[in-house]
T-cell receptor, first 116, second 109 residues
Framework: DTGVSQDPRHKITKRGQNVTFRCDPI?????LYWYRQTLGQGPEFLTY????????KSRLLSDRFSAERPKGSFSTLEIQRTEQGDSAMYLC??????????????FGDGTRLSIL | EDQVTQSPEALRLQEGESSSLNCSYT??????LFWYRQDPGKGPEFLFT???AGEEKEKERLKATLTKKESFLHITAPKPEDSATYLC??????????FGKGTRLSVIA
């Protein structure tokens, strides 16, 4: 069990630029979640996948945000035309999912995005 | 709307001084109540899942309990290494977690 891996750990970019983050979940986990966390707040849900299917998106996920999980393994989160308000820690989590189960989500250490 | 509220926001304890953190929730059809520990600059680390009222789980100096309206994280004889933010979250099945804002715990030697 190598844990959830996220890359990069830190990203600094200018307002208006596009950024992409990657998440590699725990290998046997079929569910993958993206959350956003700002200082002093708990993580807020953005979107999640079961295998390659994107099952739910939060209203926080504006049309500048897009996420993919093309082969049901790793996932990418892209933010287009970044804004100051996008500065946050972006967290990825994975879990086993299926009927009757409610397994804990395991988190990576996040990508910290800073918009100049 | 599902909501999780944690109190206090911050707690400062002397080493060895036991205390409890509170998590109250309004999650319709709650299927799981989760506790996480988060260190600065790190992602949340899973501690416990509680599934039904009356359930208790323990790990070292930590014990989590669940009632129909709230959960408590009891910390017995804490040490400085227990200093962290403790997050509580709930969901109604295999759904995204709804988190509280956390309790920042500082344990002073």
């Amino acid at each position: 069990d190598t844990g959830v891996s996220q890359d990069p750990r830190h990203k600094i970019t200018k307002r208006g630029q596009n950024v992409t983050f990657r998440c590699d979940p725990i290998s046997e986990h079929n569910r993958l979640y993206w959350y956003r966390q700002t200082l002093g707040q708990g993580p807020e849900f953005l979107t999640y996948f079961q295998n390659e299917a994107q099952l739910e998106k939060s209203r926080l996920l504006s049309d500048r945000f897009s996420a993919e999980r093309p082969k049901g393994s790793f996932s990418t989160l892209e933010i287009q035309r970044t804004e100051q308000g996008d500065s946050a820690m972006y967290l990825c989590a994975s879990s086993l999912g299926g009927p009757g189960g409610n397994q804990p989500q395991h988190f990576g250490d996040g990508t910290r995005l800073s918009i100049l | 709307e599902d909501q999780v509220t944690q109190s206090p926001e911050a707690l400062r304890l002397q080493e060895g001084e036991s205390s409890s953190l509170n998590c109250s929730y309004t999650v319709s059809g709650l299927r799981g109540l989760f506790w996480y520990r988060q260190d600065p600059g790190k992602g949340p680390e899973f501690l416990f899942t509680l599934y039904s009222a009356g359930e208790e789980k323990e790990k070292e100096r930590l014990k989590a309990t669940l009632t129909k309206k709230e959960s408590f994280l009891h910390i017995t004889a804490p040490k400085p290494e227990d200093s962290a933010t403790y997050l509580c979250a709930g969901n109604s099945g295999n759904t995204p977690l709804v988190f509280g804002k956390g309790t920042r715990l500082s344990v002073i030697a």
